[in-house]
């Protein structure tokens, strides 16, 4: 049984577990206070895999080929970071690292010490407190703005020099999708009611 204040009119309404694709809703004002994820950890989990795939693929395979008067240079995920580095733009770099490839993999991993127990309907030792943290660390993750800067250095770029996106590049927008399929799919009331409201 669910405690939840209605978002319409404040009111606390218990909620008891819900079945498939039900919805609850507030017994004032009618309004929805929660609604059942169908298949909610096996989708979380599927997703969150794919997402490790695609980050393993964005990280190690080409992110740009530039080709200007016949010469070709080929850039890596990281190598965006390393010449901020080297620019003296050491926050900047650190902010880039750490929002937009530390942060999602913490989240993955996070995602799936959580699940993957919960799945056998076994919580890992650290459940709750690993799960609070991947829901302090989702404002963090900016691999979204990263992508846009991409796209707009590529259609600057793509005057001066011909562009050719790598597959590591293709891999991490795919990447944005995926995690916010994860984030979609995932239903933390479900988690914590599986964890016996240890909240
Ligand atoms: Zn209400």
Known sequence: MNLIACHECDLVNR??????????RCVRCGGVLLRAKPDSVDRTIALTLAGIV???VACSFPFLSMENAGIVQET?????????????MVPLATLVLITCVLVP?????????????LKR????????????????LKPWGLMEVYLIGILVALVKLGKMATIVPG??????????FVLAGAYTALDPHLV????????
């Open 167 to 176: 597959l590591s590049v293709i891999a991490f927008g795919l990447l944005v």
């Open 121 to 136: 309907n076994r919580p890992a030792r650290h459940t709750a407190r690993v799960f609070r943290i991947y829901l302090h």
């Open 54 to 56: 695609l980050f393993l």
């Open 15 to 24: 909620i008891p577990p819900l079945p498939r694709r039900a919805a609850a």
């Open 105 to 117: 993999l913490a989240q993955m991993l996070g995602l799936l010490y959580v699940m993957i127990p």
């Open 192 to 199: 914590w009611e599986r964890l016996g409201g240890k909240s």
């Open 76 to 88: 890596a995920l990281f190598t965006g970071i390393y010449n901020l580095y080297k620019q003296k």
